[in-house]
Nanobody
């Protein structure tokens, strides 16, 4: 299972840190990432980090504002979100993939955590 936490309400320009913790499997064997889904929109990939942590990917819309990191000893992956904008408002989901990237397929999904950015 994956458990996401850290969502909440923040003003535009603020920061939030999301965390994703794994239980029952070795998260360090999986590429791990975050998706988000805003009301009325399709789910989109936001960021991904390889199993080793050596490679990262960010959607253009969050590049330079979000960072992703992992602590394989603790089996956690974190998404640091800075300079948040109202358009970042969405439910955020963590995901783990046996492939090199979560966009290639997801084996584990976490329950979503709501992020709301007020203007």
């Amino acid at each position: 299972q994956l458990q996401a936490s850290g969502g909440g309400l923040v003003q535009a320009g603020g920061s939030l840190r999301l965390s994703c913790a794994a239980s029952g499997f070795r998260l360090d064997y999986y590429a791990t990432g975050w998706f988000r889904q805003a009301p009325g929109k399709e789910r989109e990939s936001v960021a991904c980090i390889s199993s080793s942590g050596a490679n990262t990917f960010f959607a253009a819309s969050v590049q330079g504002r979000f960072t992703i990191s992992r602590d394989n000893a603790k089996r956690t992956v974190s998404l640091q979100m800075n300079s948040l904008k109202p358009e970042d408002t969405a439910v955020y989901y963590c995901a783990a993939s046996k492939y090199t990237s979560v966009v290639s397929g997801v084996q584990y999904w976490g329950k979503g955590t709501q992020v709301t950015v007020s203007s």
